[in-house]
C-alpha cells in the first residue's frame, strides 16, 4: 500500500504544479443555478457547477465563491421597483445566502469542505465574514462561501467579488457566464461576433463591452486583479482556465 500512497502523493503534487492560478475568487450569478428552470435552484445544475469546482480544489488550487441572488429576488428586478431600494437589496442579500447554503450542501455531499461567511450577522445558519478566518479557511482546503454581498445596499454582488477577490489576495477572479468569453458582439443575435482571447481594462472601457458593473471593474483594474470570463456550463471550462488553456476571455491592465 506504501507505495501506491506515495504515487498518489507524488501525482498530487505535480498536479499542484502546473497550476496556472493558486488561489481564485470565482463569482457565480444566482441565475446560473437555475438550469432550465425558470426560478430557484435547481440541484442537477449546481451538482455540475461544484463538480467542476472539486476539481479545481482536488489540484490544491484555493477556492472562494461570491454568489448572486438574482434566481430567487433581485433588488432591482421588476418585483422591487415600488420597493424602497435599501430594503429589496437587503432581501436580495438574504437570497445569496439561501444559494450559499445550497452550495454547501452540494459540496459537502461530494466529500469537499466548505464554509459559509455572511456579510450580514446570520450567526445560526452562517458565520459572519471574518477575513483572517477566511484566509485560514482557504489555506486548509476548504472552499469558502461568501454571501450576503458587501453587507450594504446599491452594491452589487460583481462589487462584493471584487472586494474579496483583492481581501483574499487572490491571483485571479472568474467570472462565470453562460457564454464563453467575452465577444465583440453579442453571439447570441450576432453569428459574425468574434471572441476577444484577451483585453486589457482600458481596452474593455473604450469599447464599452459590458464585462461587469462600473464600480466591481475599477477596483479590479486598481488592485490590478485579473479576470477570466468562462463559461460554467461547459464541461472542464474552469479546469482549463486553471491550467492556462485557451479559454474564456482575460481581461488584464
Known sequence: MRPIYLFVSLYKKVLHMTVKYKRILLKL???????????????ET???????????ADLGVQVGV????????RGV??????MDRATADYM???????????????????GTKARVQSALSMQQIAETYARPKAIQYLEEGKVVIFAAGTGNPFFTTDTAAALRGAEMNCDIMMKATNVDGVYTADPKKDPSAERYQTLT???????????????AFALCRER??????????KDGALKNVILGADEGTLVHN
Open 224 to 233: 490590478r486583479l485579473n479576470i477570466v470570463v468562462f463559461d460554467i456550463h
Open 77 to 82: 428586478s421588476g418585483q422591487a421597483q415600488s
Open 66 to 73: 461570491v454568489v448572486g441572488g438574482g434566481n430567487i429576488f
Open 29 to 43: 450569478s444566482g441565475e446560473s443555478l437555475m438550469g432550465g428552470d425558470p426560478f430557484g435552484i435547481n440541484r
Open 46 to 56: 449546481i451538482m455540475r457547477i461544484v463538480s467542476q469546482v472539486k476539481e479545481i
Open 92 to 110: 436580495g442579500m438574504m437570497a445569496t445566502v439561501m444559494n450559499a447554503l445550497a452550495l454547501k450542501d452540494a459540496f459537502e455531499s461530494l
Open 201 to 215: 481594462f482600458d481596452e474593455a472601457l473604450n469599447k464599452n463591452l459590458k464585462v461587469m458593473d462600473a464600480t
